[in-house]
Antibody, heavy 116, light 107 residues
Framework: EVQLVESGGGLVQPGGSLRLSCAASGFTFSDYGMNWVRQAPGKRPEWISYITSSSRTIYYADSVKGRFIISRDNAKNSLSLQMNSLRDEDTAVYYC?????????WGQGTLVTVSS | DIQMTQSPSSLSASVGDRVTITCRATQSISRYLNWYQQKPGKAPKLLISAASSLQSGVPSKFSGSGAGTDFTLTISSLQPEDFATYYCQQSNSPPYTFGQGTKLEIK
């Protein structure tokens, strides 16, 4: 079964940092680009970052550029998102998703709350 | 950035009905348009990619069409499990933007 499992969310103060992880299983992780998508309560999903299978190409949404860093370890079937300088508006459920011309599947999500 | 606009934002329908949701892009995205279904507390689920390609395991009651800037998702013979929020998303170029969603409710 193709599966993605996120971890690392939690409560953090504004200006703080957090590192999210996504563990992949059930498919050849190194064959696929991967994405991070977040969704604030009651809002539409917001794509925030993409990384190619080889890590050669990376894209970020303007809302996180310069603050978040996406990376992957193909040997460990793992995707990461380093989030720095967190703001109140970064509060959301964060999902990793496999890129297959469309995002499929998505993980179950991990909640990040930025609050003092 | 490419903006995606869905209509309607909410839709009330009955079991057995056929409904259509539209999605419009602010510039041509060829057929790089995906549709997702999301139920409360769950991650979105990919239903259709490339405007009309039904994902494996998704019932044929779901169908998509369109190209360029205008797209539709049609759901036939609504069942209770189909009542959810539906999102379109463009995958033509980053940022890969989503529509605001269409909440499909039981009448």
């Amino acid at each position: 079964e193709v599966q993605l499992v996120e971890s690392g969310g939690g409560l953090v103060q504004p200006g703080g940092s957090l590192r999210l992880s996504c563990a992949a299983s059930g498919f050849t992780f190194s064959d696929y680009g991967m994405n991070w998508v977040r969704q604030a309560p009651g809002k539409r999903p917001e794509w925030i970052s993409y990384i190619t299978s080889s890590s050669r190409t990376i894209y970020y949404a303007d809302s996180v550029k310069g603050r978040f860093i996406i990376s992957r370890d193909n040997a460990k079937n793992s995707l990461s998102l380093q989030m720095n300088s967190l703001r109140d508006e970064d509060t959301a459920v964060y999902y990793c998703a496999r890129d297959v011309q469309g995002f499929d599947p998505w993980g179950q999500g991990t909640l990040v709350t930025v609050s003092s | 950035d490419i903006q995606m606009t869905q209509s309607p934002s909410s839709l009330s329908a009955s079991v057995g009905d056929r409904v259509t949701i539209t999605c419009r892009a602010t510039q041509s995205i060829s057929r790089y348009l995906n549709w997702y279904q999301q139920k409360p507390g769950k991650a979105p689920k990919l239903l259709i990619s490339a405007a009309s390609s039904l994902q494996s395991g998704v019932p044929s009651k779901f169908s998509g069409s369109g190209a360029g800037t205008d797209f539709t998702l049609t759901i036939s013979s609504l069942q209770p499990e189909d009542f959810a929020t539906y999102y379109c998303q463009q995958s033509n170029s980053p940022p890969y933007t989503f529509g605001q969603g269409t909440k499909l409710e039981i009448k």
